[in-house]
């Protein structure tokens, strides 16, 4: 880009769309399997094509593209796999409900025409969150993206599932599922998610088939004794010895149940006799294997009774509960109802209530494939950031049950197994035209798809066209990093892990970083019924994705939650603004020329600023390396607001702006410019937008600054010494400054100030830059003290190497000024009292919010500094009258 004059402030909107399709357009974020760099890459959590993009979205995409960019400039060809999840339940309710609005439902338009019409919906409405991705400034490579459903993963879809089958890892059988009755589903039992639900602990009497008695049960699912075919109790039970072979009879049905013995049962819930009920409950169900029970289901998919039930069928559940129990009651047999709370799994989608049901599904033989997932965490060959979730994943890994791989709908991967009337059952990647056993032709392939995460589990693999050996897999399997939230470490970390290294023979990634999640800036969770959700649509359009990057990338500590805030993402455009305005200054002292080479004879600012420079690059690098984000954002930040803006910016001037040493403006010019490019190629991979801009119109840059080198390779320049000197410097500097401040001295007037150096090295450097001294804390030329000596009525601050003082006869009207600092100090005890009050009132601190509190106690500690500092200031100022 030309050189042109810098518009005095930064606006994203004119800047943003314009370099995504510049970046887009020159094929800057496309993986070259063939390229000579070495290999980074990194899938994308496929967001759900139903989705739209959130703050966990944000967060997790930001750090992908943080770590992508910088990967990249440092010569790695990159690989950011992009695409999106069919998510079928999901995606299946929203067709579902558009065509309720029209009246009809998909049964109405059947399998096959339901299915298109998904797709068509897709179409229309999948890709928006592709496209808002985009607008984040995510750098994936968009000539590769993929579909959960597109022909070539569905394909490996098909080969992974008949391989598993042919291996005895995938079998169909009768289990126990989480049964969603509004979904018409199977669930995991990771999508069936518990919640504290305030129910009932029935005490129900069981009389004894011979009429002595009764055995007392509890239970919370009075309607499914209806299914019971036993009753259990503990062979250590004291309370249950001498039962012999007494059998009871089920209440209000009057069928005939053993009473079996089984040390399973709990002798401390309840009353120590288990009902149970095999084909409604997974632990009944085992108990039933073990001791040959019936499994007999009392309801349909719609949760309601059916013929088993009795006189109760054709009631829903709950209905079916409360019928039941009043029929108990008047029976005598309902003993006592006691209220209880407890963990019931409801559907991750719909939230109804799970009702666990026995049925015929398809399930993964998981404990082979989880044996060598958990291997690979232990062993190092995958690591877990933060390494708190390790201990997670082993327990999830070493109790994993067999998984659950049917769902009832028709949206999704349809399960590639074919029935015959003669029992055969045959799995083939493609459709089978003759059963193999009989040689009939009528053959009906199973109406079943499989769970959404069951194609996500082959992502790191099928995205690079496994089952094909790809150039891409060469090159980039297995992938980097994975960036994940830990609410799917269990759904989706775990399952990759599995198939990745059963059909890659090697793990799917070697790093998994786990990030928080966003709260607000109460740190509660943001939902919709709260009214406390930031979308990060608006809060892009407002301050810009730039600012709104950095501020995801400052607070993202590892293992705590970001607080987010509108007023913390406008700070960060005052930071943007802040580059900004840098960048108009540092142009306009550049000129349109190339600048010239580095000084052979660099002053100590240059020594100073560049070691600076140099060491930041590395202290950002190797934060990001490690996924400490918010450390390397802090690092940049730090560098470029306070030392290069507020510092170095200052010192430059003096020289640039000094036409009698040319030599030494050429000099500064040069330094400034290789500063400035190195400062925004720091930046870029968390503002990428605003430094594009910046970079295009510096003299002698050359294309996109993410094709320029990461500038990490200085340490030559790395000048401990420099540091330390102008380190003294400022701080001298900034004792006089905030001398004036206390004593209420104009900035504009010059003032006396005398050094007490504490060693003649400390002299010499203090000497050699008395001129800088004087300039940036406007002051006569400095004079010198010795041991023990202070200058009459000063002021002093005592540095760890020099001693400062500003003589005030003269500056300062010591009976003025002490009326000053009274009427100050007064007023602050005045604003603080309420506080302080608050914080001694245990009521307050009783209930009032966590952050409420804290920011009381902030502002106590900080109108209290500030008390002590103007305290210290009427002394010093009482001492000199």
Known sequence: MAQETLPKSYEPSQVEERWYAYWEREGLFTADPAGKGPAYSIVIPPPNVTGQLHMGHALNNTMQDIMCRYKRMLGYEVLWMPGTDHAGIATQNVVERQLAAEGKTRHDLGREAFIERVWEWRAEYGGKIINQL?????????SRERFTMDEGLSRAVREVFVRLYEEGLIYRGDYIINWCPRCHTALSDLESEHEEVKGGLYHIRYPFKNGKGYLVVATTRPETLLGDTAVAVNPDDPRYQNLGDDTVLLPLIGRELPIIRDSYVSTDFGTGALKVTPAHDPNDFLLGQQHGLAAIRVMDDDGVINAE???????????????????????????????????????????TMVEPILSKQWFVKVGPLAEEALKAVQTGRTKIVPTQWEKTYYEWMTNIRDWCVSRQIWWGHRIPAWYCECGEV????????????????????????????????????????????????????????????????FFWVARMMMMGIKFMGEVPFTDVYIHALVRDASGQKMSKSKGNVIDPLIVMDEFGTDAFRFTLAAFAAQGRDIKMSEERIAGYRN?????????????MNLGEGEPGELPTEPTLEDRWILSRVSRVAQEVGRAIEEYRFNEAASAAYQFVWHEFCDWYLELAKGPLYDESDPERQVATRAVLAEVYSRLLRILHPFMPFVTEELWQRLPGAQGSIMQAPWPGEHDDQIDPQAEHDMGLVMEVIGAVRNIRGEMGISPGREVPVVLLPYSDQVFSVLQAQSARIQSLAKTTEPGWASEGEQ??????AALAEVTVFVPLEGLVDFSAEEARLDKELAKLEKEITPSRKKLTNQGFLAKAPEEVVAKEKAKVAEAEDKIARIKQSLVRVKSFR
């Open 575 to 587: 930071f943007v603004n802040k580059i900004w305005n840098a960048a108009r200054f540092t142009l």
């Open 309 to 351: 039930g009795g006189p109760y069928a054709g009631m829903e559940r709950f209905e079916a509960r409360k019928a039941m129990l009043a029929d108990l009651d008047a029976q005598g047999l309902l003993e006592k109802q006691e209220d209880y709370m407890h963990s019931v799994g409801h559907c991750y989608r719909c939230k």
């Open 791 to 796: 200058p009459a009525k000063s002021a002093g």
């Open 134 to 142: 985009k607008r984040l400034g995510a750098s994936c490579d968009w």
């Open 426 to 489: 045959i799995v083939s990647r493609t459709a089978p035209e003759k059963c193999p056993a009989c040689g009939s032709g009528e053959l009906r392939q199973e109406t079943d798809v499989l769970d959404t995460w069951f194609s996500s589990a082959l992502w790191p693999f099928s995205t690079m066209g496994w089952p094909d050996q790809t150039p891409e897999l060469s090159k980039f399997y297995p992938t980097s990093c994975l960036v994940t939230g830990f609410d799917i470490l």
